[in-house]
């Protein structure tokens, strides 16, 4: 099963994901979505992306039902996107000496949480880092780049065992 993507007309970071026959209401990145993705442009990235690996906080919610690879997250990960460190675009344990974002957060949005096979192979310094599929925020604001979507729409996608994601180009339409 293919996941894909495409941007709304409405604003830049509305976006629809089709999965199988569904039709789901997504936020993609604040300034929509580039061919030309780099470090904190807030857009996301178009092409076809493995999905690499799911994670989830086991102390708030249910193991998802998926064929990934499946981990709970702990207190101590995070995920580089430092463009001048080894482990940019990488989990990495906290603490860490690189700028890094803590995935395990207060709010909800990483609850749930799938990791884009985005700039990992290898990863080139200042392209884009944290490509994921998360969890919308509670005001549905858009994202810094990343596929959000609610946690029941996020399920029903890992359960259908899709194994990549392709991001269209703006006005490109199904």
């Known amino acids: 099963m ?3 993507i495409y941007a ?8 629809r994901l089709h999965c199988g026959h569904n039709i789901m209401k997504a936020r993609i990145g604040q300034n929509g979505i580039s061919s030309h993705k780099r470090e904190g442009d807030l857009c996301t990235p178009t092409g076809l992306y493995p999905l690499r690996q799911v994670f989830y906080r086991a102390d ?3 193991r998802p039902i998926t064929s990934l690879p499946l981990s709970p ?3 101590t990960d995070g995920w580089c996107d430092d463009p001048a460190s080894a482990d940019y675009n990488r989990l990495v344990t906290l603490p860490h000496s690189a700028r890094h ?8 949005v ?3 949480l799938v990791v884009i096979g985005y700039n990992d192979a290898p990863a080139r310094p200042g392209a884009g880092s944290a490509i994921f599929m998360h969890l919308l925020r509670t005001d549905q604001a858009p994202t810094e780049g990343c596929v959000a979507l609610t946690q029941n729409d996020l399920r029903a996608v890992l359960a259908t065992n899709a194994q990549a994601i392709t991001i269209h180009p703006s006005g490109v339409q199904p």
């Open 73 to 75: 997250l702990a207190p």
């Open 2 to 4: 293919m996941i894909h």
């Open 8 to 15: 709304g007309a409405d604003s830049l970071s509305d976006a």
């Open 110 to 112: 990483y609850d749930l």
């Open 101 to 108: 974002e803590r995935l395990w957060r207060d709010d909800h």
């Open 60 to 62: 708030r919610i249910a």
